[in-house]
């Protein structure tokens, strides 16, 4: 079955309470690790650096800056037809939620003032909290990110591979945010390099799999 087709079932399927959990524990594992990654300000993600850049110029709390932003990446994906599941949607809140509510508690706080190694640590363990919840929530089957909604949309309107899509979106995206004054830096570097390992230990190690194997496709 084909990537949309996939999408498309996501959306139609009946989740199970298990599903549903285990979709809610990973939106919020993964928006405490974008969270780690901002308090350690040795930079983040492409797509937070963008989130952190228009927040900057709209003064709009980062969370809910990064709601407006996957609803509007959620919107372009529907307009090039790639069809949201429930765990889509629910990631447009969810992560951004999460991430407000971190930032308004006096939680480790910021931590710029702290060594560069431990700051290093918390980047690394932040990473380690989006692999982990990247993993989750995708393993419930009940839809991906919005970001990966639109990457589907840029491979099939030019023909490019998945993988070249998602690799000239993240440098359109992180271009974008550094123009626009967002938080990058040395963790950066190490979300772009690290995440995808990450990911895939991540898989590994909660035994999660990526497409349910009703729909993987045939050796």
Not at 14 to 19: D, F, H, K, L
Not at 33 to 60: K, Q, R
Not at 180 to 190: C, D, K, Q, R
Request: aromatic letters at 4%; hydrophobic letters at 50%; proline letters at 7%.
């Amino acid at each position: 079955m084909s990537v949309l087709g996939a999408r498309a079932g996501a959306l139609g399927r009946v989740p199970t309470s298990r599903a549903l959990g285990k979709l809610n524990v990973g939106l919020v594992l993964f928006g405490t690790g974008l969270w780690l990654g901002l308090v350690a300000e040795l930079g983040v993600g492409p797509w937070d650096v963008l989130t952190g850049g228009v927040s900057e110029h709209l003064g709009t709390p980062f969370g809910r800056t990064a709601i407006g932003i996957s609803v509007v990446v959620l919107l372009v994906g529907l307009l090039a037809g790639v069809r949201p599941g429930l765990g889509t949607l629910l990631n447009v809140i969810v992560v951004g939620a999460t991430i407000d509510v971190l930032l308004a508690t006096p939680l480790l706080g910021s931590l710029g003032d702290q060594a560069v190694p431990v700051r290093l640590v918390v980047t690394v363990l932040g990473i380690a909290c989006v692999a982990a919840g990247s993993a989750l929530y995708l393993g419930a089957h009940l839809g991906p990110g919005p970001r990966d909604g639109l990457m589907v949309a840029i491979h099939l309107r030019t023909g490019w591979r998945v993988g070249t899509s998602r690799a000239v979106l993240e440098c359109a995206v992180l271009v974008a945010g550094v123009l626009l004054g967002g938080p990058v830096g040395v963790g950066t570097l190490l979300f772009a390099f690290g995440i995808g390992p990450a990911v895939q230990v991540a898989f590994r190690l909660l035994r999660q799999t990526p497409v349910p194997p009703s729909i993987e496709a045939p050796p």
